[in-house]
């Protein structure tokens, strides 16, 4: 059973609008979540992450959102740039563990049209 | 400092064959965890070292398996390969694998299996 789910394989935005990239989450024990993007060729590159006990985490244009109650987590990108174009993966684990137990979503691919 | 590397980065196997896959992590770090990634699962866990010792391990058959040497250096073996085992394998090296430490990616290996 998937822990993490990501719905929506893939999003299209124009450029300069805002991109929204959504992630659910079953597991109650679950208290930190990453956003990692991921080009074609290259490894996962960490983008952002938030603790359960904020709702907001802002780092330049990108800023994740989480609502522990829906269990659902969000990343926003304002504006959105070509080179924004790929696919994003949502993760979380229990922060008292390691990294081992970090799980991954199906990912996101976003492209952002010129 | 030198990224995460991995070698080979492409590689054509036959189904019943093994495979070993290398990964050197940034230097200095201990922890380094395996990932599988197929377009129908995601990017799922394989396992975890640390100090040259498995630490955490996902759900995968025992034909996975894994050890690190005493430089941090790891690698994976895959025995009795089966076409399912087709995937993009990524390794991941941090500091001491605590969950607050961010993971680094290398850029993968490409397993085909005919």
């Known amino acids: 059973d998937q822990q993490v789910k990501q719905n929506s394989p893939s999003l299209s935005v124009q450029e300069g609008r805002i991109s929204i990239l959504n992630c659910d989450y079953t597991n109650s024990m679950f208290d930190y979540f990453l956003w990692y993007k991921k080009y074609p060729a290259e490894g996962p590159t960490f983008l952002i992450s938030?603790?359960?006990?904020?709702d907001k985490n802002e780092d330049g244009r990108f800023t994740v959102f989480l609502n522990k109650s829906a269990k659902h987590l969000s990343l926003h990108i304002v504006p959105s740039q070509p080179g924004d174009s790929a696919v994003y993966f949502c993760a979380a684990l229990n922060y008292g563990g390691s990294q081992g137990n970090l799980i991954f979503g199906k990912g996101t691919k976003l492209s952002v049209k010129p | 400092k030198a990224g995460v590397t991995q070698t080979p980065r492409y590689l054509i196997k036959t189904r019943g064959q093994q495979v070993t896959l290398s990964c050197s992590p940034i230097s200095g770090h201990r922890s380094v965890s395996w990932y599988q990634q197929t377009p129908g699962q995601g990017l799922q866990f394989l396992f975890e070292?640390?100090?040259?010792?498995?630490?955490n391990k996902g759900n995968f058959p025992g034909r996975f398996s894994g050890r690190q040497f005493s430089n941090s250096r790891s690698e994976m073996n895959v025995s009795t390969l089966e076409l399912g085992d087709s995937a993009l394998y990524l390794c991941?090296?941090?500091?001491?694998?605590?969950?607050?430490?961010?993971?680094?990616f290398g850029p993968g290996t490409r397993l085909l299996v005919l």
């Open positions: 070292y640390f100090s040259e010792t498995q630490r």
């Open positions: 991941a090296s941090s500091l001491d694998g605590r969950a607050s430490e961010t993971q680094y």
């Open positions: 938030i603790s359960s006990i904020k």
